[in-house]
């Protein structure tokens, strides 16, 4: 079992940064590859980036694409998401997620390739 805590929303403003922050509990944390999800009010769920379980393979929507970097620290069972140059389209709940394999698996975009998920951190981009 996994449990994932977010923190580092807040109310920021266009072409400002923010860095979120994931702890998960358990001693599986180097075997699980993570990622962060978003939800925008009255819109679904939408894939933001994963990392693997070594860290050394990444992906990003392209929407996000060179502006938010995904890193993670497994020493402290923690995953990060660094956001740059944010817009006030990127205002949305933020969801961490754990997936029990250790790879990106293929379908790594959709709610269903993880088995673990956080209760979110609101980040609000004021224009």
């Known amino acids: 079992q996994v449990q994932l805590v977010e923190s580092g929303g807040g109310l920021v403003q266009a072409g400002d940064s923010l860095r979120l922050s994931c702890a998960a509990s358990?001693?599986?944390?180097?075997?699980?590859?993570m990622g962060w999800f978003r939800q925008a009010t009255g819109k679904e769920r939408e894939f933001v980036a994963t990392i693997s379980a070594t860290g050394t393979t990444t992906f990003y929507s392209d929407s996000v694409k060179g502006r938010f970097t995904i890193s993670r620290d497994n020493a402290k069972n923690t995953v990060y998401m660094q956001m740059n140059s944010l817009e006030p389209e990127d205002t949305a709940v933020y969801y961490c997620?754990?997936?029990?394999?250790?790879?990106?698996?293929?379908?790594?975009?959709?709610?269903?390739?993880?088995?673990?998920w956080g209760q979110g951190t609101l980040v609000t981009v004021s224009s």
């Open positions: 358990g001693r599986s944390f180097s075997r699980n590859s």
């Open positions: 997620a754990a997936s029990n394999q250790p790879y990106i698996t293929a379908n790594y975009n959709h709610l269903s390739a993880y088995n673990y």
